[in-house]
């Protein structure tokens, strides 16, 4: 005859399913992406088709993803439907992909938008979260101080404009003297295309590729010590605008909750194996 108590047995449920919630968090929360190696060089044209399926990506993110996820922060995480939109419309989602090859860092996106907007009322170079725009932020090397774009923290912006202006690809960064630094790209450290799919009143679907020269910029990349090939560790964080013809407007935050780069998820730059 069972004498166990529907009490106890209730309280052991519980307990299981509050372990395994634990075991999810702390599996998300430790987690580590894999920057592969790509075997062949890349033309930069605003197509991915020839390295795509050699990078890291995990799949299509939207707003109501990121909600799930576990580096979610509200206050930053928004996407804005502005006067004269049509909210029946997809307002923004997009696949990123990162990957690297000898001195380059390439980065990539297939996004689904629909207003193309980069224009900015009170217009500064710096301003590119003001307009549509795809940022990679990365610190090099991570390490266990909180720090706001000092010394090794990096975004490297791409603003959503085929006219491709001075401020188009853009950098901020910091030094050991100085936090935000902020300036254009130098042309011998960046190469980047976009290309726009379909722009109408409903849609302004494009594709972003770029690379990014590490060494004039984050430096040569760190060789972990372990023997496993991988290198020491970095922190990205994904930051997508989309002011769709507001002013601050809209933001995706992927696997970071804003400049602080601890909360930049870790990552490794993964050789290839021959």
Known sequence: MNTTSPNILAFILILFVQIGMMQTSCAQDSQVILLP???????????????????????????ERVKQAPWYFAKKNRLVRHAGEDSATLDLEAEYYLAWRGDWLYIGAEVKDNVNDVMDTLHEPKRWYYKDAIALFIEAPRDSVSEKFAEGDHAFCFVIDPSYPDYGAWWRHGSMTESYIEEPITSTSVEYRVHMQNTTTETANY????????PSTIGALELGGNG??????????????????????????????GDDDQTWTPARFEKRSK
Do not use: Q
């Open 37 to 63: 190696e790509l075997p062949d060089e890349v033309i930069i044209d605003g197509h991915l088709e020839e390295w795509k399926e050699e990078a890291f990506t995990e799949g299509i993110w939207n707003l």
């Open 228 to 257: 496993s090939g991988r290198y020491a560790s970095y922190g990205l964080m994904i930051v997508h605008c989309d002011p769709d013809g507001g002013e601050y407007g809209g933001h995706l935050l992927i696997y970071g909750k």
């Open 207 to 214: 594709t972003l590729e770029a690379r990014v020269h590490m």
